[in-house]
């Protein structure tokens, strides 16, 4: 009678290591994989909280000089950010009918951007640059992201 018993506490037991076992085998990858999604999400807040914090300290004195003539058709009218996405809003004298913003004007921003030691730092943690173009319409004439990538194609 006793080893009976001992077998069914046996057989219990091995039970439950086989089911703990399966348990862990079948969830413990999600359960990780979210707990990583979790501390991704949490770590990209964090450097977009810093570095709207620092936006927030820098910019003030660029916003009190607005606008800024950039060129003979371009003004700066408006800097602004939410998150990690630094807007910057131009206002574009036409020298035709309608202007277009094209890739020669992204370049030259790019090659200006990539040159800038502050913007550049910013970028390699993440920032993106937004140059929207607008007509004295307020209609959007263009618009283009640099992002750290870019500096290096």
Same mark, same amino acid.
């Given at each position: 009678?006793?080893?009976?018993?001992?077998?069914?506490?046996?057989?219990?037991?091995? #039970? @439950?290591?086989?089911? #703990?076992?399966?348990?862990?085998?079948?969830?413990?990858?999600?359960?990780? %994989?979210?707990?990583?999604?979790?501390?991704?999400?949490?770590?990209? #807040?964090?450097?977009?909280?810093?570095?709207?914090?620092?936006?927030?300290? %820098?910019?003030?004195?660029?916003?009190?000089? @607005?606008?800024?003539?950039? +060129? +003979?058709?371009?003004?700066?009218?408006?800097?602004?950010?939410?998150?990690?996405?630094?807007? %910057?809003?131009? %206002?574009?004298?036409?020298?035709?009918?309608?202007?277009?913003?094209?890739?020669? +004007?992204?370049?030259?921003? @790019?090659?200006?951007?990539?040159?800038?030691?502050?913007?550049?730092?910013?970028?390699?943690?993440?920032?993106?640059?937004?140059?929207?173009?607008?007509?004295?319409?307020?209609?959007?004439?263009?618009?283009?992201?640099?992002?750290?990538?870019?500096?290096?194609?």
């Amino acid at each position: 009678m006793r080893r009976l018993q001992v077998a069914t506490i046996m057989m219990a037991g091995a #039970a @439950l290591v086989i089911g #703990a076992t399966l348990l862990l085998w079948s969830f413990a990858p999600m359960t990780a %994989l979210a707990v990583s999604d979790r501390i991704g999400i949490m770590a990209v #807040a964090y450097n977009d909280a810093l570095l709207a914090r620092e936006f927030d300290k %820098l910019y003030p004195q660029y916003r009190s000089q @607005l606008p800024i003539r950039l +060129d +003979d058709r371009t003004t700066l009218v408006e800097l602004s950010h939410r998150g990690h996405v630094f807007r %910057l809003r131009h %206002l574009v004298e036409p020298d035709n009918a309608r202007t277009q913003i094209g890739q020669r +004007d992204r370049k030259t921003t @790019l090659a200006r951007a990539c040159a800038d030691d502050n913007i550049r730092a910013t970028m390699k943690r993440g920032a993106i640059y937004e140059y929207q173009y607008l007509d004295r319409q307020s209609r959007m004439v263009g618009s283009f992201d640099i992002r750290n990538a870019d500096c290096a194609s």
